[in-house]
């Protein structure tokens, strides 16, 4: 059977994802290049490796034979890529850093300050939400996860770094604005909400907060973006909650409020996992130092409402 690495690799992300369209996005390929590949894999192979039902696609037989292979071969890959990266030592390796989405604003900072310690070594920064950290762990295609509290019994490594409160934001003209503090949950109840995504921790932890009340979330609009919140909640269309650490300028500008809501901040932390017996490579291990070390700790303060 004549196929190449590419192919497998292609192949993988479309399994994966169920989706040529999604494949193609995470691998920054146009879809005919992706199609394109796997029906070369699927002539390599002499049988169909997806078969489409409706609108949607689904593994053959022999594509389920493939997907399992490929995921073996992505693994020993990875680790030979480790084990390269161990060789070349912490000047010259590969560290492969994937954060929450609400992590993004400091973790590019924390990235950046780490990178001109080691200027030789190559970053890859991924921006994810919750659950896409998760299956990356899960799949070992990243070396270290900055996010909210993993859920327990999976075998990961857990370190909290820093704290990470939510808050209520509104816009300044909002009638809660005039309301002394603490307001009431009540009179937040009957608003509605600007959310992220169900798969974002931000979203997780505030429906949680609300459920353990015996309250109902009104929600809105839903994004993929803490900045189209922020941008949401400015133009009138609603209340929003986000992390502090996505609040800056708006707040300094008056353009965004904090409201002092019963209950807010929703306490919660930052934590660095990585898999529970994972191969660091030594340039990994090196930002682990940092982050834990005295040199990171202004970088990690947590900004005030
Ligand atoms: P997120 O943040 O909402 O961007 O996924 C992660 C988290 O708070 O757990």
New binding site residues.
């Given amino acids: 059977m004549h196929l190449t690495l590419r192919q497998l690799t292609l192949f993988e992300a479309v399994a994966r994802h169920l989706s040529f369209t999604r494949a193609a996005e995470e691998l920054h390929l146009s879809q005919p290049a992706v199609s394109m590949q796997v029906r070369q894999l699927e002539d390599a192979a002499g049988l169909p490796l997806f078969e489409k039902l409706g609108k949607r696609i689904h593994l053959t037989e022999a594509g389920r034979e493939m997907y399992n292979y490929c995921r073996h071969i992505g693994e020993q890959l990875r680790e030979l890529d480790e084990v390269m990266s161990a060789l070349k030592g912490v000047r010259r390796g590969h560290l492969r850093l994937s954060v ?4 993004n604003s400091f973790a590019t900072r924390i990235l950046g300050a780490f990178a001109q310690r080691y200027p030789e070594s190559t970053y890859s920064l991924d921006v994810t ?2 659950k896409a ?1 998760l299956d990356q762990l899960a799949e070992n295609q990243t070396d270290i996860v900055i ?3 993993p859920p327990e019994g999976l075998d990961l490594e857990v370190q909290a770094f820093m704290e ?1 409160p939510l808050v209520v934001i509104a816009r300044p003209d909002h009638p809660l604005v005039a309301e002394p503090g603490p307001i009431p949950l009540e009179r937040i109840q009957s608003e509605t909400f600007v959310v ?1 995504e169900c ?7 505030m429906e949680r907060f609300f459920r353990e009340r015996g309250m109902q979330l009104r929600t809105g609009i839903e994004t993929t973006s ?1 900045s189209a919140i922020k941008n949401a909640v400015e133009a009138g269309l609603g209340l929003g909650i986000v ?1 502090i650490h996505t609040l800056g300028l708006e707040l300094k500008a008056g353009a965004l409020v904090v409201l002092d809501v019963e209950g807010f901040p929703i306490l ?1 932390h ?1 934590h660095v996992v990585y898999r529970q017996g994972k191969r660091l490579p030594p340039i990994a291990q090196a930002f682990l130092d940092y982050l834990h070390g005295d040199e990171a700790r202004p970088l990690l303060q947590v900004p005030t409402g």
């Fill in positions: 929450a989405t609400t992590a939400n919750r950290l996010m909210g509290k990470n992220r798969e974002s921790g931000t979203r997780i932890a803490n992390s919660r930052w």
